[in-house]
């Protein structure tokens, strides 16, 4: 009998992990993207207050696809998720904080219309 084409477990398995690696390296492309996009922005307002978390996590994206490269799916996704949970930690933290021109930081305080604190 002819071999119909039916695929075996180990086929199934090298494809799926390809298709995971290539979603792996499409999401770890477009965070690098659009990290880079929000960076230059800043960098044309002159805000250089979010350089210090730009830089080193566009370097540990750097070495999640070099750990991708290398076929170590598992540490390149830990370090995407860490970078991501940093980013995002970061962000909420820091959003009401602006640096002062003398160095220390200032608590910026936005009053709203007693109408839109339940909207």
Same mark, same amino acid.
């Given at each position: 009998?002819?071999?119909?084409?039916?695929?075996?477990? $180990?086929?199934?398995?090298?494809?799926?992990? @390809? =298709?995971?690696?290539?979603?792996?390296?499409?999401?770890?492309? !477009? #965070?690098?993207?659009?990290?880079?996009?929000?960076?230059?922005?800043?960098?044309?307002?002159?805000?250089?207050?979010?350089?210090?978390?730009?830089?080193?996590?566009?370097?540990?994206?750097?070495? $999640?696809?070099?750990?991708?490269?290398?076929? @170590? =799916?598992?540490?390149?996704?830990?370090?995407?998720?860490?970078? !991501? #949970?940093?980013?995002?930690?970061?962000?909420?933290?820091?959003?009401?904080?602006?640096?002062?021109?003398?160095?220390?930081?200032?608590?910026?305080?936005?009053?709203?219309?007693?109408?839109?604190?339940?909207?």
């Amino acid at each position: 009998m002819e071999d119909l084409g039916h695929k075996t477990d $180990a086929d199934v398995d090298f494809i799926a992990s @390809r =298709f995971k690696s290539r979603r792996l390296l499409q999401v770890i492309v !477009a #965070t690098m993207i659009g990290l880079a996009i929000s960076g230059a922005i800043n960098l044309i307002e002159g805000d250089w207050t979010n350089l210090n978390v730009h830089m080193p996590a566009q370097l540990a994206l750097l070495c $999640a696809l070099w750990a991708l490269r290398n076929a @170590r =799916f598992e540490l390149a996704n830990a370090v995407l998720l860490v970078t !991501a #949970t940093v980013l995002s930690s970061e962000r909420m933290v820091f959003s009401k904080l602006r640096v002062s021109a003398a160095g220390s930081f200032v608590v910026r305080t936005k009053k709203l219309p007693h109408a839109q604190l339940f909207c």
